[in-house]
């Protein structure tokens, strides 16, 4: 039996619309997800750290368990730095993945990166659960500095799902990211960062890939016709 783990975005939550229809599909499969809330009801103290020490303590209370990870945007990030040391983890996918994280967000903030100490404590972030604007620490990308370096070079199943229009990361982050890493697949899909106009063609390649790596028993999702990975995708 797989375990998956659903790893939502920067400034999102467990009851994103996107994570939401994650959990209604793998509900339907029989197929256990688990979605935690990364922020940890502390959005204002956010760092990577915590992000991936909450998933590691999700894994490590389940020895002997296989594990594959799917997430978005920064969970995206999160799963592919959890993965890079932990071997209960056979799988990712991952949908828009902030990669190249600290470097996109100094050059956004105009920050250097060397100088850190001298930007201020707090900024104004918009999160799109509380639909309001609130404040984040800068701590986030201090830890960040931690996990900048990590290669990131573990040979497991990846795939990669990405928007051509995306406006918060650029495509090219997946493109650079897969073309140095044969077993990684990436899909360019027509949709934007949220990939809300594909999610249902999304969750179902998800399955398949999954599917495809034998973590899901073709038993789990019963009269579903599955789309091969190989085929076009949506348009739209």
Request: hydrophobic letters at 40%; glycine letters at 6%; charged letters at 25%.
């Amino acid at each position: 039996m797989t375990e998956f783990i659903y790893l939502h975005g920067f400034a999102s939550g467990p009851g994103s619309q996107k994570a939401c229809v994650f959990k209604d599909r793998f509900k339907k499969a029989r197929l256990p997800l688990t979605i935690p809330d990364l922020q940890q009801g502390d959005f204002e103290n956010l760092t990577l750290t915590k992000q991936v020490s909450l998933v590691q303590g999700i894994i490590d209370g389940k020895p002997g368990t296989r594990f594959a990870l799917i997430g978005s945007s920064m969970g995206a990030y999160i799963a592919a730095l959890i993965a890079e040391t932990r071997k209960e983890i056979k799988a990712l996918y991952l949908m828009a993945p902030g990669f190249n994280f600290l470097n996109r967000w100094m050059e956004n903030m105009g920050w250097d990166k060397n100088h850190l100490d001298s930007i201020q404590d707090l900024i104004p972030v918009f999160h799109y659960s509380y639909n309001a604007e609130v404040n984040l620490r800068t701590d986030l990308f201090r830890d960040a500095m931690n996990w900048d370096s990590l290669p990131l070079t573990r040979n497991i199943p990846i795939r990669l799902i990405h928007g051509l229009h995306d406006e918060t990361v650029s495509i090219q982050e997946s493109r650079d990211f897969s073309r140095s890493r044969p077993w990684c697949q990436l899909k360019e899909l027509d949709s934007d960062h949220g990939l809300l106009s594909c999610i249902d063609w999304i969750v179902e390649d998800c399955l398949e890939f999954f599917r495809l790596k034998n973590l899901i028993d073709d038993k789990s999702s019963p009269g579903r016709t599955m789309p091969t990975i190989s085929e076009s995708g949506p348009t739209s």
